[in-house]
């Protein structure tokens, strides 16, 4: 009998890479997501692209290729195969052994590419394994003729501003530019521009004309970092190429005006959504960066603790009611929401959103795009959902009591509805409904839970265990901690190439306030924010600040980073 070829996760537990608890919930999840257990953990951050190859060649008795290794490289043997070939089916060769042809692949169970291109080469093959990832940077890296147009290293905007000045020709600030030139060293520097903010993180670029120059910054981990000062000549090129790029008329500077563009940053297709603004210097234009991934990280990387993932996992599986998802702008609301999505998102179900606008696709859902000046509005899109049998909506944004009403409409006849809100914390979203006029008895009966967030920078891993001298008192009272309490539990950051500020990544903490008799019944007599907040504590709910001391003593983030997101509710932490 054949021996049984043991799974990835388990070759990835003996190798050190994850434990077998990992491993076994990983593969746990992916079976349910259809996913293959590498891809999940890739995606979950336990792993990296070059762990998995490495497991992937154990599994399958190959060898594995690092192709980061010195040396390596050179084995590659680019005129043993035709170009179109190496980037068709995303392989290396490296060269003929004992009459076979030595094949770095990155997939070993794509039986059918290593078949086509037996029958195309007329030999046989001996595959080895490497990283796709790794297979992809060496071919735009070696086999690529044409130049790079983006430079490898973070530090390529101030060093090429001044290389793309000394290249440029003189301009008068009201000449046109040859925007039909891809080789103009404007289209040069905003594409560097785009692919650096990306491959640092950003999750925005915001281009911003002052007196005397026009300032870049990135946000990066929720917190705007000045990136460089562009010459104020070179102003009116540059805000021309980015609106040209995104679709806008570059000639109307005096009205707001809102693009796209779609850009490909190391193999994978990034949006930007576009916003100019006119302003008293000329039109401020930010760019927010939509990964592809940035929805798919998974339920346990938002930063649920387990208690509240369970409590999650259960409400988002229940067959009606409204689930609201409350806090500021860029509070994460929509990256739950959609993780939500990917969880249900299965044959069985029908999922239909309205959204203004659409940021992310997903296969499988259907989503609408609210389009304000033919008539495709909220209320139009939720009603035409109804008639279409759904069994989970999504509504981007509860804004108004038409709105409101529909969806509640809906969640009373038998949908699940998914929504967000603006409103500080979980209890002030009942207050928030009914001050919008929908009625009282009907937030009451259809709210099954709200939940409140906030993103935090979690520490690198270079952190190190703050001493007292580290240690501020004020930050500490804030969460409930003495110095004596913290000393030997809580971290501070520590800076590095890597994380510049000590930090890298966000995660989110919570407050979720489940509906039950108690908050139903002062919800229904119009009680006050303060009374709801009295009873859902009392019931169980988590504040936000309580949870991300949770967060500290983990040493996932600072005192002061919870301080700086939570602080609209310190003073109810305790209440």
């Known amino acids: 009998m054949a021996r049984s070829r043991k799974n990835l996760g388990q070759i990835l537990a003996e190798m050190g890479v994850v434990d077998q608890k990992q491993a076994d919930q990983v593969a746990k999840d992916a079976k349910a997501s259809g996913k293959r257990i590498g891809e999940a953990l890739v995606e979950a951050g336990l792993a990296s692209e070059e762990q998995v190859a490495e497991g992937l060649a154990k599994q399958f008795g190959m060898e594995y290729v690092d192709l980061g290794a010195p040396g390596?490289?050179?084995?590659?043997?680019?005129?043993?195969?035709?170009?179109?070939?190496?980037?068709?089916?995303?392989?290396?060769?490296?060269?003929?052994?004992?009459?076979?042809?030595?094949?770095?692949?990155?997939?070993?169970?794509?039986?059918?590419?290593?078949?086509?291109?037996?029958?195309?080469?007329?030999?046989?093959?001996?595959?080895?394994?490497?990283?796709?990832?790794?297979?992809?940077?060496?071919?735009?890296?070696?086999?690529?003729?044409?130049?790079?147009?983006?430079?490898?290293?973070?530090?390529?905007?101030?060093?090429?501003?001044?290389?793309?000045?000394?290249?440029?020709?003189?301009?008068?600030?009201?000449?046109?530019?040859?925007?039909?030139?891809?080789?103009?060293?404007?289209?040069?520097?905003?594409?560097?521009?785009?692919?650096?903010?990306?491959?640092?993180?950003?999750?925005?670029?915001?281009?911003?004309p002052m007196t005397d120059r026009v300032r870049l910054r990135y946000r990066i981990d929720g917190v705007c970092?000045?990136?460089?000062?562009?010459?104020?000549?070179?102003?009116?090129?540059?805000?021309?190429?980015?609106?040209?790029?995104?679709?806008m008329n570059i000639a109307e500077k005096r009205i707001p005006q809102d693009g796209r563009i779609k850009l490909e940053v190391d193999g994978t297709q990034i949006d930007f959504r576009v916003s100019a603004c006119p302003a008293y210097h000329g039109e401020s234009v930010v760019l927010r960066i939509l990964r592809p991934d940035a929805v798919r990280i998974g339920l346990v990387n938002l930063g649920f603790e387990p208690e509240n993932l369970e409590v999650f996992n259960k409400i988002i599986r229940r067959p009606n009611g409204i689930f609201l998802v409350t806090g500021p702008t860029g509070s994460g609301k929509t990256t739950t929401l959609y993780s939500a999505l990917d969880v249900l998102?299965?044959?069985?179900?029908?999922?239909?959103?309205?959204?203004?606008?659409?940021?992310?696709?997903?296969?499988?859902?259907?989503?609408?795009?609210?389009?304000?000046?033919?008539?495709?509005?909220?209320?139009?899109?939720?009603?035409?959902?109804?008639?279409?049998?759904?069994?989970?909506?999504?509504?981007?944004?509860?804004?108004?009591?038409?709105?409101?009403?529909?969806?509640?409409?809906?969640?009373?006849?038998?949908?699940?509805?998914?929504?967000?809100?603006?409103?500080?914390?979980?209890?002030?979203?009942?207050?928030?409904?009914?001050?919008?006029?929908?009625?009282?008895?009907?937030?009451?009966?259809?709210?099954?839970?709200?939940?409140?967030?906030?993103?935090?920078?979690v520490l690198h891993k270079s952190k190190k265990l703050a001493e007292e001298k580290d240690l501020d008192p004020k930050f500490l009272s804030l969460i409930g901690l003495s110095v004596k309490d913290a000393l030997g539990r809580v971290y501070k950051p520590v800076p590095s190439d890597e994380a510049p500020g000590g930090f890298k990544g966000r995660q989110a903490i919570f407050e979720m306030m489940l509906m039950n008799n108690q908050?139903?019944?002062?919800?229904?007599?119009?009680?006050?924010?303060?009374?709801?907040?009295?009873?859902?504590?009392?019931?169980?709910?988590?504040?936000?600040?309580?949870?991300?001391?949770i967060k500290v003593l983990k040493g996932v983030t600072t005192p002061e980073e919870i301080a700086r997101v939570s602080q609209v509710v310190d003073d109810q932490s305790t209440a």
């Open 72 to 208: 390596v490289g050179e084995q590659i043997d680019k005129k043993a195969l035709d170009e179109s070939l190496i980037r068709k089916f995303h392989v290396l060769p490296m060269g003929v052994k004992n009459g076979k042809m030595r094949l770095v692949i990155h997939d070993p169970m794509d039986l059918d590419l290593l078949d086509n291109l037996r029958f195309r080469l007329n030999t046989e093959l001996e595959p080895s394994i490497a990283s796709r990832a790794q297979i992809r940077r060496f071919i735009e890296g070696e086999v690529k003729t044409e130049p790079k147009m983006v430079e490898d290293d973070a530090s390529l905007v101030t060093d090429s501003i001044d290389r793309t000045i000394d290249r440029s020709v003189d301009r008068s600030m009201d000449r046109s530019i040859d925007v039909a030139s891809e080789d103009a060293p404007v289209v040069k520097l905003c594409n560097r521009i785009l692919h650096e903010a990306v491959k640092r993180r950003a999750s925005d670029v915001h281009v911003e």
């Open 225 to 247: 970092i000045e990136r460089d000062n562009l010459p104020k000549r070179m102003q009116n090129s540059m805000l021309s190429r980015v609106k040209l790029m995104a679709g």
């Open 519 to 549: 908050i139903r019944e002062l919800a229904f007599n119009r009680a006050q924010v303060s009374e709801l907040r009295k009873a859902a504590l009392a019931s169980g709910m988590r504040p936000l600040v309580d949870d991300g001391k």
């Open 345 to 457: 998102n299965r044959p069985d179900r029908k999922i239909i959103t309205a959204e203004d606008p659409v940021e992310y696709n997903f296969d499988g859902i259907n989503q609408c795009q609210v389009r304000e000046g033919i008539g495709l509005t909220f209320p139009a899109i939720l009603r035409s959902m109804l008639r279409q049998a759904p069994n989970v909506i999504l509504v981007g944004e509860i804004r108004d009591k038409e709105v409101g009403e529909i969806a509640i409409q809906a969640a009373l006849t038998g949908h699940l509805v998914f929504s967000t809100l603006h409103t500080n914390d979980a209890p002030s979203a009942i207050t928030r409904l009914t001050d919008m006029g929908i009625k009282p008895f009907l937030v009451a009966s259809s709210i099954q839970a709200v939940m409140a967030q906030r993103l935090i920078r």
